[in-house]
């Protein structure tokens, strides 16, 4: 081994004070986020309706750079952080390429992904404000567990709207929200009028992200004391995520490593964001340059072959609008699609970055991320998420283009969660049930060219 440890820790008065703004950094920034009934730029009132008043103030703060982490959250962050930043030595002695490989762990929590970062935040803002509960939706589950462990910490109330398909294949997931006290229903529910409607127009239907989206939504309007949250996709989001970025870069300063090539998956976009944002401040500042990609799945590509345009965050309608990448609000992946990143959009703030070719993105299909997942798995020990698995990828990819170069580059990608409860999804690789599905561009075009025409008024 070389005189770099096969993990990297930062000690604890090492870990980061504040997080990072990158909107501040931006010269254009991201567009406004708009008020569905108006389509003007929403206001921090406004918002307040829906999410916690500190969450919408952070939502629509693009100038103010650093925001110093509460206590509580600083305290909580230790039992879990500061995540391992590991050199893959036996993934680069397996490809035998000459490239350094090193990946950062954010699956070492009950959650097992880097979710928990932002949920924490979220509650202790909700807490903050004096609020009986949250409400969300999640659809794997990892978000909802996130939110459900940090809501137990804080003492409030966790109601959680699970996909329904979700709930049923996934009972587990479903046990461990419900260990820490959350509520869990399967949605579409009877609770709302929105869920009532959808139950009464599709009889039987497993329900969608978009659907339990718009009954959390309507659960926290109509109850005292309670807002929505969400765990992706929002800028709020990303700057809570950015303590993966800054760890990561302390972690490389300490040993003197510069990263040439940083990758990352892109679902909704906020571990994305969250990893490169320090580095993408680095760029927009002219002090340092990187090769940044993010990966989607070829099954759902919105940032390779979507549009930059603004689209609804929900098939309900009910959030507001946001400027980004997008196949359509009504865009549904392949129902054979395994290996989550199912969002139709991506953050406005990754959408921007990649717009002003401060990124690049590229797409890879199932089957050979899980060819990824199983190597990894196989020389590192961890059992990588499928979604994690997406960058896994690209990682191989670039070590073995390294390989043919005699390149020896400093790639560095974040591995943001583990897989033991996509096991369905592993079970169907194992016995090559595994297809690969890329959309036509009539089918993108459908959904495309639904989008709201609001341009013109902003
Ligand atoms: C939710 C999730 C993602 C994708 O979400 P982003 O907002 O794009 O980061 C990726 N990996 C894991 C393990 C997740 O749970």
Not at 37 to 60: G, I, M, W
Not at 258 to 272: E, F, M, Q, R, V
Not at 284 to 303: F, H, K, Q, T, W
Not at 326 to 352: C, D, I, K, Q, W
Request: charged residues 20%.
């Amino acid at each position: 081994m070389g005189e770099i440890p096969y993990k990297i820790y930062l000690d604890e008065n090492e870990m980061p004070t504040q997080w990072y703004n990158v909107r501040a950094d931006m010269k254009k920034k991201p567009a406004p986020i708009l008020n569905p009934q108006t389509l003007k730029p929403v206001t921090v009132d406004e918002l307040s309706h829906v999410f916690c008043t500190e969450l919408a103030k952070q939502e629509l703060d693009d100038t103010t750079p650093y925001f110093d982490i509460p206590e509580e959250i600083k305290s909580f962050y230790k039992m879990y952080r500061p995540s391992p930043l590991v050199r893959a030595y036996f993934l680069e002695k397996k490809l035998g390429t000459p490239a350094h490989i090193y990946y950062k762990f954010e699956g070492n929590n009950t959650s097992g992904s880097h979710k928990l970062n932002s949920a924490i935040a979220q509650a202790y803002y909700a807490k903050k404000q004096g609020l009986k509960g949250v409400t969300t939706e999640t659809g794997a589950g990892q978000w909802g567990t996130a939110l459900s462990m940090a809501c137990s910490y804080f003492d409030l109330d966790c109601q959680v709207y699970m996909v329904k398909v979700s709930y049923e294949q996934k009972p587990f997931r479903r046990e461990v929200m419900r260990t820490y006290g959350a509520a869990v229903t399967p949605s579409p529910s009877m609770n709302t009028a929105i869920g009532r409607k959808i139950n009464e127009e599709f009889p039987g239907t497993l329900g969608s992200l978009g659907c339990a989206i718009s009954e959390a939504v309507e659960a926290a309007m109509s109850q005292d004391g309670y807002r929505y949250v969400l765990g992706s996709v929002l800028s709020q989001v990303l700057l809570h995520q950015s303590v993966i970025g800054l760890e990561t870069k302390a972690a490389l300063d300490k040993y003197g490593i510069k990263a040439d090539t940083i990758i990352g998956c892109a679902g909704g976009g906020s571990n994305l964001g969250g990893l490169i944002s320090p580095f993408a401040g680095e760029m927009l500042r002219g002090e340092a340059c990187y090769d940044i990609i993010a990966v989607e799945p070829a099954s759902c590509p919105s940032l390779t072959r979507g549009v930059y345009a603004y689209d609804y965050c929900d098939t309900g309608k009910v959030c507001p609008l946001a400027k980004m990448y997008t196949l359509g609000s009504g865009f549904m992946p392949s129902a054979n699609h395994a290996g989550g990143l199912r969002y139709h959009g991506m953050s406005s703030v990754v959408s921007e970055l990649y717009d002003q070719k401060l990124l690049r993105a590229t797409s890879v299909e199932q089957t050979s991320v899980f060819e990824a997942a199983e190597m990894f798995a196989r020389v590192e020990g961890i059992l990588p998420a499928p979604e994690s698995s997406h960058a896994i990828r690209v990682a191989i990819d670039e070590a073995l283009k390294c390989k043919e170069t005699g390149e020896a580059k400093n790639i560095v990608f974040g591995l943001t969660g583990t897989g033991y409860f996509d096991m369905f999804a592993y079970a169907k690789y194992n016995d090559g049930d595994m297809r690969d599905y890329i959309p036509t561009d009539e089918e993108l075009q459908k959904s495309i060219s639904k989008l709201p025409k609001v341009e013109m008024c902003v």
